[in-house]
């Protein structure tokens, strides 16, 4: 009984891992695809159906080529081989008997010759259509034969014996390629849209909004924590009720304001508006109140000023909730769009942010779409190191909540 219990539980357990691992593979494929896109040729993302990883076509050096030739597979009696493309747009004529149109022969166009000449060029009917007559040499014999269609193949020649040949259509043939990695695309889009300048905005935007954030949040979550003054409690509740304010409510008078100070273009208009936050002041605030009134009133007792008390006891405490505003803030700060929009102008690429810079792009290289990706890849890669390094903190900030002290 206790061996098939084990065994049922086994079971569950695998059931649920599959299905979560399936889940989490079906999430993380964009995200792969478009890490894998970023490193192909332009020609390689257009390719149907997609691939993942990044191709490149292969080609060799042939003796009287001024450039090297690409090499595609060629099926002879059987055999795969990898053949070079010489001659990609040979025209070949499709010649039938006019008396036995099922019998056809394809022949180079410049093989055959007009029967009666260029000016009075014999014809025939084949399957209720007139086409022209050309004589043709097939098997040694020349014969009379009506031309019922044309196409276009390539001349292909084995590298080991250039005396081999194979005509071809190249659109149906297949490359040989070789999974390899174009790593100039980021370069590329970095020289096309300066995005080192709008990573370097961002950055220093980004660091500048977080620690700004973690100032006012622990200071004004350690007064409402702990400080008594009169109207404490009706001021947090006021601070508090204006995350419910839409930010679109904001905007314009936030713009005119910008445009009073004179910050309209400026990087300073991305940062001091947004370094208050009630969010922040709120989470400080709870995380505050959880620490035993005991230690404060020991620290006061020994000597300890507020300002001591709160570098040395509440903020090595608060761990946890810092690591959470830090990744939340870093995250929203990081991927900011509209704001941005709204009051740096889109010519200024000197203070462009990656979100700015990334939908100018979108328009700039639309007919490439490795560059796009590659432009994503820049701003989506460091919010998603950090959160991978803080989740673990904000994941202990919720587990402890749960638990009283």
Known sequence: MFKSYRLITMLRRTAVYLVLTVFALAM???????LATSF??????????PR???RTALTIEMPGEDAPLPLYYVEIDGERR???????????GIFADPDNPNETVERPLTDATPKGGFTNQETAVVNDKEVPIYQLEVAGVMRDLALVGQTALGRFVDPQDPSVTVLQNVRLSDPVEAITARPQNYS????????????????????AVVFGTLTTSVLGGYAFARLRFPGRDNLFVFYLGTIMIPFVVLVTPMYQLMVMIGWVNKIASLVIPWIFSAYGTFLMRQFFLSIPK???EAAFIDGASRLQILLRIFLPASTPALATLTTFTFLYSWNSFFWPLVVINTGNTSNHVL?????????????????????????ILPP??????GQRFFVENAASSGVKG
């Open 52 to 54: 993942l990883l990044p």
């Open 28 to 34: 993380l494929f964009p995200f792969a695809y478009m």
């Open 384 to 389: 998603m190191i950090i959160y991978i390094f």
């Open 82 to 92: 990898e053949f070079a493309l010489v001659e990609s747009n040979i025209r070949i």
């Open 355 to 379: 979100t700015l810079s990334l939908n100018v792009l979108r328009g700039r290289a639309s007919d490439s779409p490795n560059l796009i990706l590659a432009g994503a890849a820049i701003a």
């Open 188 to 207: 590329d889009v970095v020289a096309l849209q300066s995005m080192d300048r709008s990573l370097t905005n961002t950055v220093l935007v980004t660091l």
């Open 40 to 49: 192909k040729e332009p020609k390689d993302t257009f390719r149907y159906p």
């Open 294 to 296: 005991e230690i404060e």
